[in-house]
C-alpha cells in the first residue's frame, strides 16, 4: 500500500535522479570506451576494408543484375537515366527552335496564333448516338 505520509514524492525523484545518474555515467563510459577504440589505427584498416568489400560487392551485384536484364531484354538503370538526358536535350533544342521560330515571325511582321506546344489535333470522331451506343440493335432481337 502507498504511504500516506507524503515521502512517496521524494521517494520518486530520489529513484528517478538516482536512475538520470546511472544513464549519464553509462554513457559517458560507452563514449569514452568508443572513443578509445574508434581511435586506434587497427579500427580505421577494419572500417576501410569493410568499405572496400562492401564496394565490391555493390559492384558485383549491379553487374550481375545488369547481366540479368539484358538477358530479357529489360532496361537498365544506366539505359533509363540515358534516355532522360537524351529527352532533356531534345527538349532543349526543341525550345530553342520554338524562340527562333517566334523571333523569326516577329521580324517578318507574323503574329502566331499559338505557340507550337498549344496546337492540338481535331476531333473528328463523334460520340455515338442512340440505340447504337447501349449495344442493342432493333434486329438483335427475335420474334
Known amino acids: 500500500?502507498?504511504?500516506?505520509?507524503?515521502?512517496t514524492g521524494t521517494a520518486r525523484a530520489d529513484a528517478m535522479q538516482i536512475w538520470r545518474n546511472w544513464l549519464q555515467e553509462t554513457e559517458r563510459q560507452w563514449n569514452s570506451f568508443f572513443n578509445q577504440v574508434m581511435g586506434t589505427d587497427?579500427?580505421?584498416r577494419v572500417a576501410g576494408?569493410?568499405?572496400e568489400?562492401?564496394?565490391v560487392v555493390q559492384r558485383s551485384l549491379n553487374q550481375g543484375m545488369e547481366r540479368?536484364?539484358?538477358?530479357?531484354n529489360l532496361p537498365t538503370h544506366s539505359d533509363v537515366?540515358?534516355?532522360g538526358e537524351r529527352l532533356h536535350n531534345i527538349e532543349e533544342r526543341l525550345g530553342s527552335l520554338e524562340a527562333n521560330i517566334k523571333t523569326l515571325a516577329e521580324a517578318?511582321?507574323?503574329?502566331p496564333t499559338a505557340p507550337v506546344t498549344q496546337l492540338r489535333p481535331r476531333r473528328t470522331r463523334q460520340p455515338r448516338t442512340g440505340a447504337r451506343s447501349s449495344g442493342r440493335s432493333s434486329n438483335s432481337n427475335p420474334s
Open 1 to 7: 500500500m502507498p504511504e500516506t505520509n507524503g515521502n
Open 42 to 44: 587497427a579500427f580505421s
Open 49 to 51: 576494408n569493410y568499405t
Open 53 to 55: 568489400a562492401y564496394a
Open 68 to 72: 540479368y536484364l539484358n538477358t530479357f
Open 81 to 83: 537515366v540515358e534516355l
Open 108 to 111: 517578318s511582321g507574323v503574329t
